[in-house]
């Protein structure tokens, strides 16, 4: 799986169906998990993550563009 979309998705779905708690760094391990990467990159936090999933969402058009905004407000971190 290369897609940063279907990636998240199976990652959802693992999230679910093996009943785990939705919390960044479960969500984190299962996405190293899926792509086969090793989970070691300090610098890659759930926020860092999911900047770079909405970096390949679609923004084709106004509803679209709409939802990325939401993502992005609802998945970043305050300092």
Not at 27 to 34: F, N, S, T
Request: glycine share 2%; hydrophobic share 35%; with cysteine.
């Amino acid at each position: 799986m290369n897609n940063p979309n279907e990636i998240a998705r199976e990652t959802l779905r693992l999230l679910v169906t093996r009943k785990i708690t939705p919390t960044p760094d479960n969500y984190r391990k299962l996405y190293w998990e899926i792509t086969g990467h090793k989970d070691d990159d300090p610098t890659m936090n759930a926020e860092k993550m999911l900047q770079r999933i909405a970096l390949d969402l679609p923004r084709e058009t106004p509803d679209q563009v709409a939802a990325v905004n939401a993502f992005s407000n609802a998945t970043a971190c305050s300092q």
